[in-house]
């Protein structure tokens, strides 16, 4: 797979993530996981590490490997 | 349940965690007189500490400034009064669009900033629209967003402060609690302490170390609360089977509109000046990497355990104290945690996280007085370097002491405040982001969008905040119009601008677009 398929696939994980959290079909259920949790709660903690988890993806591959060298080679730096 | 509440509240209660609040205070003077000691006395590391703060402190910096008085206090009080749909509003929406800011905007204008030396937000915007308007036109205005900012800080730590001491002087105080007004007065004193001494490399410094305390307090807070309510099923239970607060668990309470417009309020990260400013202080770009893939989770840590707190507090028909939703975090530590020193180290822990915003507002505050408006209209030379970071440190006195007089006032729910500064800070994220990624953005479409961004902030402020305020007619309902958070209709106005006039108006010249253009080989 190409960096440039691998990237993109790490910012379409992005957006998955983003639509997931609007999770309208959890709007009224008042049901507690495992007897104490709130599963809207659950699940926007769940959105919540699946977040963490997707920017890991786009550090990995969708560096801008070039911004380093750019900042550094400046008129001021 | 057995709550012994009032009967607890009743007697006059030991002062006892006062002294643990006063000792963590007194840790932080120490630290003002030690930095004062140890570090560089430039004003490149007054203001950007030398561009070399590493991944651990930049993480730990931008996230102790990012949760304010709003994470802890304002997340309980709003989960206490909506549920948990708070947590969805802000927090795992936070964890999606603050990184994505950092990633998109905030490495970007690191970059930008160490090609060209920038020290502040309006320094790169008055160079990427070659205009100095656009500089006296954005500083007023950064200013008077910042100031409400200020406020959820100084009135989140009073309302902390009197809840937890409620009771302990009964012949000093009225319901013998410490007024905010003292409270307000002594975490701006010592804020302000450090802050002068250190710049933002002391904030830096003692951002990460509060925020470790904050993050580890709530922990041990969620799990003795907890505790005291029989345990996290008991507590959950009782909400649930209470008819008044059972749709706490649930989001009925919010609006499906309201849930998807708030999406635009973390936007605000990409234009707080503070932020820029810590954004600056990163020794490389790969420092921000830490930042982006941990801001989600630590979100998770701190506002998860304090919406289930607010909820519980709901569910065991405990009162919000003066029917103030900000003061029920503290009623909760004060009144269940019966040991002096745990409710002392947790008090100390919410002030943490409160102190960890303040302080970094307090250096930027000064840091754009002095560079972009005292040596900006005076000129580079005027000033040494001592001299700027005087002026640096009188202006921040200035703005304090305004601020401190504001929360006098007794200002509205500090959620609700800092909703309204968010959505402020958000309305001009286009700006930022179209000087970054568009090259037909031209100078007057900049400044159409900062215009237009502050009329519209200021009358939908008055229309829902502010006149209702001062007719005495605060409601509890959120002002939504057309079912939309009002941040839709100003972001919407604020683009429209930004896009309109510079599709109407003659392009920047090439060589100001070379500037800040990467050609990437």
């Not at chain 2, 206090?73 to 669009?97: E, F, N, Q």
């Not at chain 2, 580079?380 to 006032?409: A, E, P, W």
């Not at chain 2, 309109?500 to 010249?509: F, I, Q, Y």
Request: charge should be positive; hydrophobic fraction near 55%; proline fraction near 4%.
């Amino acid at each position: 797979m190409g960096a440039s398929t691998q990237s993109k696939l790490a910012w379409g994980f992005v957006a998955v993530v983003a639509i997931l959290h609007f999770d309208f079909w959890l709007w009224t259920d008042k049901s507690l996981l495992f007897g104490f949790l709130p599963v809207g709660l659950g699940f926007q903690m769940l959105i919540s590490i699946l977040a963490g988890i997707a920017w890991a993806l786009v550090i990995k591959y969708a560096w801008p490997g070039w911004i380093e060298k750019w900042a550094e080679s400046g008129e001021d730096s | 349940m057995d709550l012994p509440l009032l009967p607890y509240l009743a007697q006059a209660r030991s002062a006892s965690p006062l002294w643990v609040v006063a000792g963590y205070l007194g840790l932080l003077l120490v630290f003002s007189v030690f930095s004062g000691r140890v570090l560089r006395r430039t004003s490149s590391d007054y203001f950007v500490a030398s561009r070399s703060i590493g991944p651990f402190l930049l993480l730990m910096s931008v996230f102790g400034t990012t949760m304010t008085a709003v994470a802890l206090v304002g997340s309980t009080g709003k989960a206490y009064d909506r549920g948990i749909g708070v947590y969805g509003l802000l927090a795992s929406t936070s964890g999606i669009v603050h990184s994505l800011v950092f990633f998109l905007v905030g490495i970007k204008l690191w970059a930008i900033g160490k090609r060209h030396g920038f020290v502040t937000q309006i320094q790169y915007f008055r160079s990427r629209f070659d205009s100095n308007g656009i500089g006296y036109l954005l500083f007023p205005i950064l200013v008077g967003l910042v100031i409400p900012y200020l406020l959820i800080g100084i009135v989140g730590a009073g309302a902390v402060i009197k809840g937890v001491t409620r009771g302990m002087f009964p012949d000093t105080f009225d319901a013998g609690a410490i007024p905010p007004s003292i409270t307000g007065a002594v975490v701006c004193g010592v804020v302000l302490c450090y802050v002068l001494v250190g710049g933002v490399r002391a904030a830096a410094w003692a951002n990460a170390a509060q925020t470790i305390v904050f993050m580890i307090v709530g922990v041990i807070a969620f799990i003795l609360i907890s505790d005291k309510l029989g345990g996290m099923k008991a507590a959950s239970e009782a909400v649930a089977n209470n008819e008044s607060t059972s749709e706490l668990l649930a989001r009925e309470p919010i609006g499906k509109l309201q849930f998807l417009t708030y999406l635009f309020i973390p936007l605000s990260v990409g234009m707080f000046p503070h932020l820029f400013q810590h954004w600056l202080t990163a020794r490389s770009a790969k420092t921000f990497r830490v930042t982006v893939i941990a801001h989600p989770i630590f979100i998770m840590v701190v506002w998860a355990p304090c919406v289930l707190i607010g909820i519980w507090a709901a569910g065991h028909g405990i009162t919000a104290p003066g029917g103030n939703s900000n003061a029920i975090l503290a009623k909760m530590v004060g009144t269940l945690l019966q040991s002096p020193f745990l409710t002392g180290l947790l008090t100390a822990g919410i002030l943490a996280a409160i102190m960890s915003s303040l302080d970094s507002q307090f250096v930027c505050l000064g840091t754009m007085f002095t560079h972009d408006i005292v040596v900006h209209a005076a000129g580079k030379d005027r000033f040494n370097d001592g001299q700027k970071v005087l002026l640096g440190r009188g202006f921040i006195l200035l703005v304090v002491l305004i601020t401190y007089l504001l929360s006098l006032l007794d200002p509205a729910n500090i959620f609700d405040l800092a909703v309204w500064c968010f959505s402020g800070f958000a309305s001009l994220f286009p700006l930022v982001f179209a000087s970054l990624y568009w090259r037909r953005v031209t100078r007057e479409g900049a400044i159409a969008c900062v215009l237009v961004t502050a009329i519209t902030w200021a009358i939908l402020f008055w229309i829902g905040l502010l006149g209702p305020a001062i007719a005495g007619e605060r409601s509890s309902e959120d002002f939504l119009p057309g079912g939309v958070m009002p941040v839709t209709i100003m972001f919407a106005a604020s683009t429209i601008a930004l896009v309109g006039v510079s599709l109407l108006t003659k392009p920047m010249s090439p060589k100001i677009i070379e500037k800040f253009f990467v050609v990437q080989d």
